[in-house]
């Protein structure tokens, strides 16, 4: 854009330079040309900023993504149509489209705050469908996949015609099954692009995935990027998507938000310019491996199941400290039912969601304390049973860890409490039997029978 508008500006420069030539002597000819070529030289000496300076990197390998499909500015009003696709694990159900509703939410809200720290207004609005039955996922990532499920969805196709292209607007398809998200950018003019990405799909992941459609690269591979980004901007969202990444210069420059490079962009476009499309198509192919293999790194080692790039299906991976998991995965990460051991000797058995125990699981600690039960987010949370190696059990209520809610506590002596529990302690109304078989009925308050 800068280097058009460059251009144009040398040709007005001259148009006005003939114009106040006429009528008047050599001499002052003379003088005028003098004044002009000093104006002509400062904008031949501007390309040296400003997108031109693309110039020195022309041929670098990041630039050619820029401007390839449909979408060309993240900036000012952008919309984006997401329809949720039922898949192979069963139907979305309300929940948790309103979860993944509010995390791209936050992912967009993050995309604009990072927006204006580049001068950039951007204001996404997300419009959302969902299709009324699962869909043939054998021939995912074609046009005619995406076509068919916006069909299913009620939704126009994405020609040139269509609203899509109209308002140069993505699509998300988010499916109700694991897997990696990828952008699908189209090199065709006539049809808009769109992403694909999962249920175990991050905050982070959303943001990253449509940068892509923008012209945003990966930063991960192959091993000259990932050495210089680990350098140059280790918190990139082009480089990793876990939460609470940052924006760098060079995808800021790339997408059109910044027409400077800086310092630390220049640097790893120093370091990479080497890199050949030959050596990014061989990585390419290494990163979206399907089938079975084991990968050793420093602190771990993983022996199993592959799609695309990521560990999906079964596996185990074992650290160096002696940790291990076996079980499932997809999108990377622990997904599914597996067995964790730690080097202590504690154990989990159970359901994992996005590298957390989620869900029903049974779990052992070095004292041979047990838990049975309910799990969200790493945490006992919902029903559950505790047995303590003194031969303490609780049966009852969890949230976030604690025993809260309604529950039984048994002591080894024969006593025992039922009723209402906060955080670990008895609180609200409730029964207790001593050893003895007295009872105690009312309200407690940490513990204690409040008097009446």
């Not at 808009?192 to 591979?221: K, P, Q, R």
């Not at 622990?334 to 730690?342: F, I, Y």
Request: charged share 20%; with cysteine; glycine share 10%.
């Amino acid at each position: 854009m800068f280097l058009l508008r460059t251009r144009f500006e040398k040709k007005r420069v001259f148009l006005v330079f003939l114009y106040e030539c006429r009528g008047i002597s050599p001499a002052e000819r003379t003088l005028m040309m003098k004044k002009w070529l000093v104006l002509l030289l400062v904008l031949a000496l501007l390309p040296l900023s400003g997108l031109a300076e693309s110039g020195e990197y022309s041929d670098h390998l990041v630039f050619q993504s820029v401007n390839l499909g449909s979408c060309r500015e993240l900036t000012g009003d952008v919309a984006i149509q997401v329809v949720f696709v039922d898949g192979d694990e069963g139907a979305w159900d309300e929940k948790s489209m309103a979860e993944y509703q509010k995390a791209m939410d936050q992912a967009y809200d993050q995309l604009t705050r990072w927006g204006r720290d580049y001068g950039q207004e951007v204001r996404i609005s997300l419009r959302y469908a969902h299709t009324a039955e699962s869909m043939d996922l054998d021939f995912l990532d074609s046009d005619a996949w995406a076509d068919h499920v916006l069909n299913n969805a009620d939704l126009p196709a994405r020609g040139d015609d269509s609203v899509y292209m109209q308002e140069c607007m993505p699509i998300i398809f988010l499916l109700n099954e694991g897997g990696r998200a990828y952008a699908c950018a189209n090199a065709s003019e006539t049809y808009n692009d769109y992403l694909i990405c999962f249920n175990n799909s991050t905050v982070s992941s959303f943001s990253h995935e449509l940068l892509h459609l923008y012209g945003a690269v990966d930063y991960y591979y192959p091993l000259a990027y990932q050495e210089a980004a680990q350098k140059y901007f280790p918190q990139s969202i082009m480089f990793t998507t876990e939460e609470h990444k940052e924006f760098d210069g060079l995808t800021a420059y790339i997408i059109g938000w910044t027409d400077t490079l800086d310092e630390n962009a220049r640097a790893f476009l120093e370091d990479t310019r080497h890199i050949r499309q030959e050596d990014l198509e061989n990585a390419q192919e290494e990163t979206l491996f399907t089938g079975y293999a084991t990968q050793v790194k420093e602190h771990y080692t993983y022996t199993g199941e592959w799609v695309m790039g990521a560990w999906e299906g079964k596996g185990i991976l074992e650290w160096t400290n002696g940790a291990r998991y076996e079980g499932e995965f997809s999108g990377g990460l622990r997904h599914g039912r597996g067995l964790m051991t730690l080097s202590n000797g504690e154990t989990y058995i159970g359901e994992y969601r996005e590298d957390r125990k989620h869900g029903q699981g049974v779990e052992t600690w070095a004292d041979l304390s047990v838990y049975t039960g309910a799990y969200e987010q790493d945490m006992r949370h919902g029903y559950g049973t505790q047995v303590w190696a003194d031969g303490t059990v609780y049966r009852g209520d969890w949230l976030n860890g604690q025993m809260t809610g309604q529950g039984t506590y048994l002591w080894p002596d024969g006593s025992y409490y039922h009723g209402g529990m906060v955080n670990g302690g008895l609180n609200g109304y409730g029964i207790f039997v001593d050893a003895a078989g007295n009872l105690y009925r009312g309200n407690w308050v940490n513990g204690n029978l409040a008097a009446e």
